[in-house]
């Protein structure tokens, strides 16, 4: 089991290590704008670079939270959490680089067999009480038609009716920014 752990641990390093070097790469060629052929990879990056756009992280656990509030730190931008199931547990940290978190769906199971089975139903209401900013999302453009469901599910396990409205309506265009 340890063994499994550090080889995870070693592969994001490795992935960091790699996204590291790609946002140096988007950097430079940034600095280098108007001298440089234009380049499709880096251009969609600029934005984000620049604080105009957030770069959305999809993690789960807890030590892939820190790492991605790392990476983040290290690279100034700005990040929204996407998934986020131990995200209360980061709340503090998340909560100090004022990071939101889109809950992509209500309706799974829980990820591991020794967690709550109603654990992703509770997320948005412990999202709430950890004071974090969060809304509820479907997890792809086929199943958009179920959001509503999703809050429902999010209010019947805790999170108040008008919350529950919010975190589908009014918080994901605050997050967004077109609010």
Request: with cysteine; charged share 30%.
């Amino acid at each position: 089991r340890e063994e499994a752990r550090h080889a995870q641990r070693e592969h994001r390093d490795r992935v960091l290590a790699d996204l590291d070097a790609a946002f140096e790469a988007a950097r430079a060629y940034l600095a280098a704008s108007g001298r440089a052929e234009r380049d499709a990879r880096w251009e969609a990056l600029v934005p984000v670079l620049e604080g105009a756009l957030p770069l959305f992280v999809h993690a789960e656990s807890a030590d892939q939270i820190r790492a991605a509030l790392a990476f983040t730190a290290r690279q100034k931008v700005r990040m929204i959490l996407v998934g986020g199931e131990e995200a209360p547990d980061c709340a503090e940290a998340l909560r100090e680089r004022k990071v939101p978190v889109v809950v992509p769906e209500t309706f799974r199971l829980p990820r591991r067999a020794d967690e709550a089975y109603d654990a992703p139903f509770t997320l948005p209401e412990r999202l709430r009480k950890a004071g974090l900013a969060f809304c509820i999302a479907s997890s792809d453009v086929w199943n958009a038609r179920n959001l509503p469901y999703h809050a429902a599910l999010a209010s019947a396990y805790g999170l108040p009716r008008e919350e529950a409205l919010a975190a589908v309506t009014r918080y994901p265009a605050e997050i967004l920014g077109v609010a």
